[in-house]
């Protein structure tokens, strides 16, 4: 009984730490336009209630507003220290691009 406590404890840990590593992503994001090197806008990152993570488009810093509200990052779920699996939409291009996120401490 005492093995099946301590093998539940330490399965327990690793879940809250794996949680605290994906947690990292939660949060207002900068976004960099690729061409200009400029601020875009920002992206506000959530955890959906069906455990994936999503990104909505809150403000830009251009004049044309009418991306803010946009749904810019869909179905990424946390695996290996890294957002994967999901896509990123690029509203100015109207497409929809496989992506992967991952955290850089150093930038």
């Given at each position: 009984m005492?093995?099946?406590?301590?093998?539940?404890?330490m399965?327990?840990?690793?879940a809250v730490?794996?949680?605290?590593?994906?947690?990292?992503?939660?949060?207002?994001?900068?976004?960099?336009?690729d061409?200009t090197?400029?601020?875009?806008?920002?992206?506000?990152?959530?955890?959906?209630?069906?455990?994936?993570?999503?990104?909505?488009?809150?403000?830009?810093?251009?004049?044309d507003?009418?991306?803010?509200?946009?749904?810019?990052?869909?179905?990424?779920k946390?695996?290996?220290?890294?957002?994967?699996?999901g896509?990123?939409?690029?509203?100015?291009?109207d497409?929809?691009?496989?992506c992967?996120i991952?955290?850089?401490a150093?930038?």
């Amino acid at each position: 009984m005492k093995k099946l406590i301590l093998s539940l404890a330490m399965v327990l840990m690793g879940a809250v730490a794996a949680f605290g590593q994906a947690d990292k992503f939660v949060g207002e994001w900068k976004t960099i336009d690729d061409k200009t090197n400029e601020p875009a806008g920002l992206v506000n990152i959530y955890q959906g209630e069906d455990g994936l993570y999503y990104g909505k488009l809150v403000d830009t810093f251009g004049e044309d507003k009418s991306s803010v509200g946009t749904m810019i990052v869909r179905g990424m779920k946390y695996e290996d220290g890294k957002l994967v699996g999901g896509k990123v939409y690029d509203p100015d291009a109207d497409k929809l691009y496989y992506c992967t996120i991952k955290y850089d401490a150093a930038k």
